[in-house]
């Protein structure tokens, strides 16, 4: 049997139902293919044959002389079983269907007459049908088939992402690309007939450019399957999961979405807790954990130092952690001494930190080399409101400095308008993990802690 | 005694302290009255003359012979009460004392030197000390002394805002103008020596313009004035409290931050429930609860529709009511009937109602036009999603002109990158309530159910 390699990096790609009219499905593929710039050779099929965007049509996949690796199918479902019997003659790797109409409105024929063809050509690797595919920008393959000025896509990085709902998938990249956030491999795996939820998580597991896995679903194919291979996993990286259907009601919709049958939710948690998963409830909550252990480092224990310019966000803070069940760091006496020869005596060298006000660079400087080193601290919440004069754009280069240095966790916290926005932003690209909300931060310490806490176990 | 409406709708101020140099705070709050266009008379006060940006500057508050309604000082601690005595003498109305330096550091001495005064002229108001004082942008009031890069004003609006903490609520302005949320008063009441936050909650619900009433606060001064009030307001309007120090570490930061005692905030929180209010934990849900509040009509009952062009995001959806002690709806079949004749067969029509990825404005259009009349729906969940290109702009107009007509709750989830964005900020610019996570709306249906309900026991 091949190898899911095929999907994210063929060397060739036929798609069957390749459409001669703008808009249409098949053209869309088509040239986002092309507009990704992937390098392989591109097959586009036809019986009407002709040209579409300057590449030539062939009839059938059986005209097709030269090796081909992901066959993308966007045809009416009906005729799905015979197209994909074709692959399996010309002996294509890999297949991806986009066509629905299958087991999730309930045609349970052509459900079967599909999945006889799957079996007889078993070496073929399938995902889908009912799915938006595969994208893995950094190869130039992908199968979604909506324009770039809708769903834009995001630029290459270090989280992958499985969802078996299509249009969150895309919401959801869209949303990622407008956040900057990089994007490894992205697999809408739909009505999961022969590759499911488990393979990709074992494939995503074993793949080196994929440092965290974040997985949208709503059922599991073969549980025992997926949380064996999940407790694999998360002992070489993280696996944040969001399930839909965790309420009564949410399961209910569930049913009628993807057909899936929800378990116990609770069980559900429970399992994902023990498989040393981290369940996020809402999609903010997936990038903000995943971009937490994409860009920090192993939190050895969870005592927090917040320091602060002004000090109602350090009482919220003091606050967020609290809920959160971390602990504020006592720091070291030799700290507190040092910091208070550089800093005004109205300064309040505590746990909040308020280093009040008219706190400027140089007296965030002070506290955080300090801090940095300090025995007793073992992840920094910093806070930076840029609403006073005081502090301007120099702070960047500092907390990045620091950042470089301390190895430990270290988020920033700022709110405010245009400058401060830009200012954040500008720290988001000197790869520091900032929020608007101390509570978002809070949360992500606490999955951070939490994961390397019990991986070790 | 005089009104509280000195300070919000003065006919002259003088501002003690102003001064020549560029960027020091009694300079920056002369030009922010100017440059809020402050109608009245502006009197800078110095004992070096001259003039401040065109102003003519007095020596002393004493050389002025016509009327002050408002005195801004800001000249350093130790100097304010023989400033406000002689305020005292020449019978302004209202003070704001923005200078730091008395309670808040244990300056014990110079606060009770400050209280004598306050007290032998207890006609008049005083803000302060140690504040930023009043913002009211509809008359051109602004003693906040940031300057208008760092601390962008928001648009006038119906939401009044009082915070305990100066840098909070500078930095929730700023993020209020870059959201475009409206904001009526705004006072940061610092050390609250005589106008409290109850007196404040007191004048804001009586004042016509002020619809919802958003606090910030870490402790009271007199509990038993404050909840009296605090039950009596939100008879007539929503007060959404936010209260920093509801933890045991957060507590101990609010001591030394305003000093303020924190009680047990299990107590706190069930006064607060008892009192109608509303409680928030982040700055994010104050927002959400204000505008909420200030958008949309009483809801009836808790049973709300959820109609979607994505099925993982109606999943979702479903999910977040649950979790909100919120119902889905269960339409009245004759909607139900009447909806199908107007959508494809493949169209989920219950809750969520799945109009599936390839929806059009004419689809939404049909559904809405059903669901907005229907008996058994009290409050409608939309979510658009952008990444398809069969929903485009026309969406817009068909989404206000129901939320004109229904007078029921309406809100929209849409989440994506540019696309998208455009289009949800145009929705919110047609008044339309707009999220991004349907969690956050829930929350927001969850709270506009349960004031209403419980306000007419």
Redesign the interface.
């Known amino acids: 049997m091949n190898s899911l390699d095929y999907f994210f990096e063929p060397k060739s790609i036929a798609i069957i139902g390749a459409s001669h009219s703008t808009?249409k499905i098949g053209h869309v593929i088509l040239q986002n293919l092309i507009s990704a710039g992937f390098k392989g050779e591109i097959f586009p099929i036809n019986p009407k044959k002709g040209t579409i965007i300057g590449k030539q049509v062939f009839a059938s996949i059986k005209e097709i002389k030269t090796e081909i690796d992901l066959a993308i199918i966007a045809i009416p479902g009906a005729l799905v079983p015979k197209a994909l019997k074709e692959c399996g003659e010309r002996k294509v790797k890999a297949a991806i269907i986009i066509s629905a109409g299958f087991g999730e409105?309930g045609n349970i024929k052509l459900a079967q007459e599909l999945q006889k063809v799957m079996d007889k050509y078993s070496f073929m690797k399938i995902v889908g049908p009912n799915c938006l595919g595969v994208m893995h920008m950094k190869n130039g393959v992908d199968s979604l088939f909506?324009?770039a000025?809708?769903?834009?896509r995001p630029k290459h990085g270090e989280i992958s992402f499985i969802?078996?709902?299509?249009?969150?998938?895309?919401?959801?990249l869209?949303?990622a690309?407008?956040k900057n956030y990089g994007i490894n491999k992205f697999v809408s795996y739909g009505n999961a007939m022969q590759v499911d939820e488990a393979d990709l998580l074992e494939y995503l597991g074993k793949d080196d450019s994929t440092k965290v896995i974040a997985v949208?679903l709503?059922g599991v194919r073969n549980g025992k399957k997926f949380f064996k291979i999940l407790r694999k996993v998360t002992q070489k990286k993280p696996v944040i999961v969001?399930k839909?259907?965790?309420?009564?009601?949410?399961a209910?919709?569930?049913k009628?979405?993807?057909g899936s049958l929800a378990g116990s939710s609770e069980v559900f948690k429970a399992m994902l807790k023990q498989a040393n998963a981290i369940h996020a409830?809402?999609?903010?909550e997936v990038f903000d954990f995943a971009r937490t252990f994409v860009r920090e480092p192993q939190m050895k224990n969870n005592r927090i130092q917040i320091i602060t310019?002004?000090?109602?966000?350090?009482?919220?803070s003091?606050?967020a952690?609290?809920?959160n069940g971390l602990q504020?760091a006592k720091m070291e006496e030799k700290t507190r001494k040092e910091i208070l020869k550089g800093v005004p005596s109205?300064a309040?060298i505590?746990?909040?930190m308020?280093l009040t006000?008219d706190a400027d660079n140089k007296r965030y400087e002070v506290a955080l080399n300090n801090i940095s080193i300090d025995k007793n601290v073992d992840a920094i919440l910093l806070i930076l409101?840029?609403?006073?004069?005081t502090l301007d754009s120099d702070i960047i280069e500092t907390v990045q400095a620091i950042k470089e240095e301390t190895g430990k966790p270290l988020f920033v916290i700022s709110?405010?308008?245009?400058?401060?926005?830009t200012h954040r932003m500008a720290l988001e690209k000197s790869n520091i993990n900032t929020f608007?909300?101390p509570?978002d931060a809070a949360k992500c310490f606490k999955e951070l802690f939490e994961y390397y806490k019990n991986r070790t176990k």
């Open positions: 808009g409105i909506l324009p000025y809708r769903l834009e969802s078996q709902s299509g249009a969150l998938g895309s919401a959801i869209d949303w690309s407008f949208y709503e969001i839909g259907g965790i309420t009564a009601g949410g209910k919709a569930t009628s979405h993807t409830t809402t999609l903010e310019n002004g000090g109602g966000y350090g009482v919220l003091a606050d952690l609290s809920m504020l109205y309040i505590d746990n909040p308020d006000g409101l840029f609403q006073v004069p709110a405010g308008g245009n400058y401060s926005e608007i909300s509570f």
